[in-house]
Nanobody, 123 residues
Framework: QVQLVESGGGLVQAGGSLRLSCAASGLTFSNYAMGWFRQAPGKEREFVAAIWWSGGITSYGDPVKGRFTISRDSGKNTVYLRMSSLKPEDTAVYYC????????????????WGQGTQVTVSS
């Protein structure tokens, strides 16, 4: 059974930083592209970042480019999202996702999802 478990969310002031983690189990981690999405109240789920199985290729949504960094540790079956220069508009539930075939930017590209972790940025 595939499980993706996010952690690291919390409350932070604008301009601050957080690092989210997503621990994966039940899949061959090195075969999967991993993504982060977020969803704010009343809004659709939005692409944040993705990383290819080898770690050599990444993709970012425009609102987070230059501020967020995605990385992965295959030895730990974990993907990270380092978030810096946080803004109140970054407030959302952040979800980790996995897919086996492509470095997707759409929710429908992903097969497995975590439960999400709340990030709240105060002004």
């Amino acid at each position: 059974q595939v499980q993706l478990v996010e952690s690291g969310g919390g409350l932070v002031q604008a301009g601050g930083s957080l690092r989210l983690s997503c621990a994966a189990s039940g899949l061959t981690f090195s075969n999967y592209a991993m993504g982060w999405f977020r969803q704010a109240p009343g809004k659709e789920r939005e692409f944040v970042a993705a990383i290819w199985w080898s770690g050599g290729i990444t993709s970012y949504g425009d609102p987070v480019k230059g501020r967020f960094t995605i990385s992965r540790d295959s030895g730990k079956n974990t993907v990270y999202l380092r978030m810096s220069s946080l803004k109140p508009e970054d407030t959302a539930v952040y979800y980790c996702a996995a897919n086996e075939f492509q470095l997707g930017r759409r929710t429908e590209d992903y097969d497995y999802w975590g439960q999400g972790t709340q990030v709240t940025v105060s002004s």
